[in-house]
């Protein structure tokens, strides 16, 4: 069935999608999905290494503003989903963890996007969503230009 919806709001209507299934599992995890991004970059960015993590890292890796980012990492800390402590790099900050529960939570948020994808891609051939995935990737290349 063809339709006739601009591509923005096809974007638009799939993000929004994608958002809510995102928020009814990160829901029943006691979180935000919000909050729930932002442990998974948290936890890459860990597994990846980092020797520090501090919150001007996570507005730009997210492109939260600075305030928003604050509220986040409150509510982690009081449920006990984040570590707070003075940087050892730079006093101005804090080196922010996660606590152990979530150390992986990364890896889990990757499968829970490719579930959700998945579902939304349902009966849609593997060369079409391949073609889209290459199609998207360029787009967000061009993005960053």
Request: aromatic share 4%.
């Amino acid at each position: 069935m063809e339709t006739n919806i601009a591509p923005g709001l096809r974007f638009s209507i799939l993000d929004r999608e994608f958002k809510r299934k995102l928020e009814e599992r990160a829901n029943r995890m006691g979180l935000t999905a919000v909050q729930l991004r932002v442990l998974g970059e948290l936890s890459r960015a860990e597994s990846m290494g980092a020797c520090e993590i501090n919150q001007k890292d996570l507005e730009k890796a997210l492109a939260v503003t600075h305030p928003t980012m604050t509220e986040i990492i409150k509510r982690l800390e009081k449920k006990k989903a984040v570590i707070c402590t003075q940087s050892k790099v730079d006093a101005r900050y804090k080196k922010i963890n996660c606590a152990d529960e979530y150390k992986n939570i990364h890896i889990e948020l990757k499968k829970m996007d490719w579930e959700i994808f998945n579902k939304i891609c349902a009966g849609i051939p593997e060369e079409d969503i391949q073609t889209f995935l290459k199609a998207s990737e360029k787009m967000l290349e061009n993005i960053e230009k």
